[in-house]
């Protein structure tokens, strides 16, 4: 199978004549990240979310079985394939690897092909189970993600804004008056209304960690992990200006067709007594008060502990 794209790997071993063996042997292939320690690894890892790590059991400090312990207790990292490149003679160590969430285990010395193969066979999955996901996690008019997306994300964004302390911000977006719209254009108009204004929404909540959602109908939103109430402000408005200026053709040609959208933010540093329904269904509220205050308008509130 030939690589298709620029697949990661980041490869962990205490030794930098093997960390150049296994970089010559796949740098051709793929974009490689090196640690020669166990914590560097785990901070690369949280960083560049990788899509495969090469691992190495026996090292000082943090050793192969502690690193990959901490990978599954983030949710960030827990999905990612842990391949084990060791000399250990111990011969319980291969099936504690396995039990502990590892895909494979290859023993040193290591051949070229083997390694490629290896590597290969596991990267191959790994598109398989993606493509398989993203056909359950996404709207498929709009290409955002779907409701259910949103609720596996929100509760990840939600702990680890509890973990760092920092600030995650929520944006309900509804379209107004899309029944009217609907009813005065036709439902085909209708899906190309919410096409259009869902590419605002991916354009504006740009950042890799930021998620555009298609909650239902003409419900959206945009989750925004790691940012202050200031900064949701900003994209709320230019969300807001972003649908205003849709002009959007009728089939005929015959009518340019326009929108605007009301949009309730809220922003909060969670505690352990938060309750994340309760973060949701505040902006829900917010969006209530800028649909009752008139429509194409923003209301926002922030939650300080």
């Known amino acids: 199978m030939a690589v298709t794209?620029?697949?990661?790997?980041l490869m962990v071993d205490d030794s930098s004549s093997n960390l150049e063996s296994l970089s010559g042997i796949l740098k051709n292939d793929y974009l490689i990240f090196k640690a020669k320690s166990g914590a560097l690894a785990l901070e690369i890892a949280a960083k560049e979310l990788p899509d495969m790590i090469l691992l190495d059991l026996i090292m000082p400090g943090i050793d192969g079985f502690e690193v990959?312990?901490?990978?599954?207790?983030?949710?960030?990292?827990?999905?990612?394939?842990?391949?084990?490149?060791?000399?250990?003679?111990?011969e319980t160590d291969e099936e504690r690897c396995f039990?502990?969430?590892?895909?494979?285990?290859?023993?040193?010395?290591?051949?070229?092909?083997?390694?490629?193969?290896?590597?290969?066979a596991h990267i191959g999955i790994l598109g398989q189970l993606r493509a398989s996901e993203q056909l359950g996690l996404t709207d498929p008019m709009t290409g955002l993600a779907n409701r259910r997306s949103f609720d596996d994300r929100i509760k990840m964004e939600w702990y680890r804004a509890i973990r760092d302390k920092n600030t995650i911000s929520f944006l309900m977006m509804d379209i107004d008056k899309f029944k009217s719209y609907n009813d005065t254009y036709g439902h085909p108009q209708g899906d190309e209304l919410l096409k259009a204004a869902a590419k605002v929404f991916a354009e504006k909540a740009r950042r890799p960690a930021d998620l555009s959602i298609r909650l239902g109908g003409e419900e959206f939103?945009?989750?925004?992990?790691?940012?202050?109430?200031?900064?949701?402000?900003?994209?709320?408005?230019e969300v807001r200006k972003g649908v205003k200026a849709?002009?959007?053709?009728?089939?005929?040609?015959?009518?340019?067709?326009?929108?605007?959208?009301?949009?309730?933010?809220?922003?909060?540093?969670?505690?352990?007594?938060?309750?994340?329904?309760?973060?949701?269904?505040?902006?829900?509220?917010?969006?209530?008060?800028?649909?009752?205050g008139g429509r194409n308008r923003i209301c926002q509130s922030t939650y300080v502990h």
Not at 5 to 9: A, Q
Not at 68 to 90: A, C, M
Not at 111 to 119: M, P, Q, S, Y
Not at 281 to 289: C, G, I, P, T, V
């Open 5 to 9: 794209e620029k697949y990661s790997i």
């Open 68 to 90: 990959l312990n901490k990978l599954k207790e983030d949710p960030y990292t827990r999905k990612i394939p842990v391949i084990f490149i060791t000399g250990s003679e111990n």
């Open 99 to 120: 039990d502990l969430g590892a895909v494979d285990y290859i023993k040193k010395p290591f051949r070229a092909e083997l390694i490629k193969a290896r590597v290969r």
């Open 221 to 237: 939103g945009i989750l925004l992990p790691n940012t202050s109430s200031e900064a949701a402000m900003v994209i709320a408005e």
């Open 246 to 292: 849709l002009r959007i053709p009728t089939a005929d040609n015959k009518v340019i067709t326009t929108a605007t959208i009301s949009i309730g933010v809220i922003s909060m540093v969670p505690a352990n007594e938060d309750r994340m329904e309760d973060f949701i269904a505040q902006s829900d509220k917010n969006l209530y008060e800028a649909k009752e």
